[in-house]
């Protein structure tokens, strides 16, 4: 069995320690919260941990009532003094596969100077972005040995809501992740298959869509894309597709979208259009909802919409997957990739 097989199918025994275990650290997370009262939070992290901060941003944006911005991490080490006067009287959340990756690192350091409250959240124990940040949520159960992240990803997201339902006391929230997480492996059985027919396709390039909390997450699905089966993928917006990037849409172009419970029709009118463009289309919605694609993958009725990532990732990662078997390729290793950047060795 290859480390990303495992680790996609491992993904919600993991999100099960994951969410016991985040529970556990609640009242020092609100108390930390408190204590700072920041004006903003600033989430930062490099390639997969970005994405995640872009979803983690729009969550608290809309469930905290502050400020947020999702920063790559290597874009405020360079520019810190850009971004200065952003971070001030602010809070920085930082998510991360190793805890290592230089320029995470390096951009906490820059802000610790300042006195900005760090919490970081590491797949890695003991790492240097724990020793450096007030507050750690330290999940090991996640990390990920194969270069290309999967279960890290899913639980790094699940761990980024988590942390903003607390934060906003949002007991729905967490007992829909709850759900979620319980409903994981019967989604994966039923859907396995699924994803080994569309890895038999004959396309040569992804488009991933999604709005809303699930951007950075969708995001996310696309570098799987490029990494793994090594596709070339793009997210874009639903219908920020049409603005554009439909130009590139043809024969050889799976279109994998997470549709929202809003606006059915123009989203309908959206996969009607991108099916007459010749592109084979799987979507991604709540139950008892028909979009006229050639799949439709079925989720529960979820009164908070970023909970329908935690699923979602699934199809990209294990269509990625078998993607790479089908090309002869062995999703472990991909050629040129490095599972953490240090900086040091780079110069």
Not at 273 to 302: C, F, H, I, M, Q
Request: some cysteine.
């Amino acid at each position: 069995m290859y480390l990303t097989e495992k680790e996609i199918f491992s993904q919600y025994a993991a999100l099960r320690q994951t969410y016991a275990y985040i529970l556990t650290r609640a009242q020092e997370l609100k108390d930390l919260y408190q204590s700072h009262r920041p004006r903003s939070l600033t989430f930062i992290g490099c390639g997969s941990g970005f994405c995640l901060c872009q979803s983690g941003a729009t969550s608290a944006q809309m469930r905290l009532g502050v400020a947020a911005n999702a920063l790559a991490a290597g874009d405020l080490l360079i520019n810190f003094r850009h971004y200065r006067g952003m971070l001030q009287e602010g809070m920085i959340i930082a998510p991360s596969r190793s805890g290592g990756t230089s320029e995470v690192v390096l951009a906490v350091e820059k802000a610790k100077e300042l006195g900005i409250p760090v919490i970081a959240i590491s797949a890695k124990a003991a790492s240097p972005l724990s020793e450096l940040a007030d507050l750690t949520l330290e999940i090991p159960w996640a990390f990920d040995e194969s270069v290309c992240q999967t279960r890290t990803v899913t639980n790094l997201y699940t761990a980024d809501l988590m942390l903003i339902a607390i934060l906003a006391q949002d007991d729905s929230l967490l007992a829909e992740i709850d759900a979620a997480i319980t409903a994981g492996p019967a989604f994966m059985e039923r859907y396995t298959p699924v994803a080994q027919e569309i890895a038999q396709g004959d396309f040569d390039h992804v488009v991933i869509l999604a709005d809303s909390e699930l951007d950075g997450i969708a995001s996310e699905a696309a570098i799987a894309f490029m990494e793994i089966p090594q596709v070339q993928a793009n997210y874009f917006h639903v219908l920020d597709v049409r603005h554009g990037p439909m130009v590139l849409i043809g024969e050889k172009t799976l279109v994998i979208a997470a549709l929202s419970p809003e606006e059915g029709d123009l989203q309908r009118d959206l996969i009607r259009d991108l099916k007459g463009k010749g592109a084979k289309v799987a979507v991604v919605s709540r139950k008892g909802t028909s979009w006229g694609a050639d799949w439709e993958v079925e989720l529960p009725e979820y009164e908070h919409f970023a909970v329908a990532g935690i699923p979602f990732i699934f199809l990209p990662q294990s269509i990625g997957f078998y993607k790479a078997l089908h090309k002869g390729l062995n999703p472990d290793l991909p050629a040129g990739l490095s599972a953490m950047i240090d900086l040091s060795r780079e110069s």
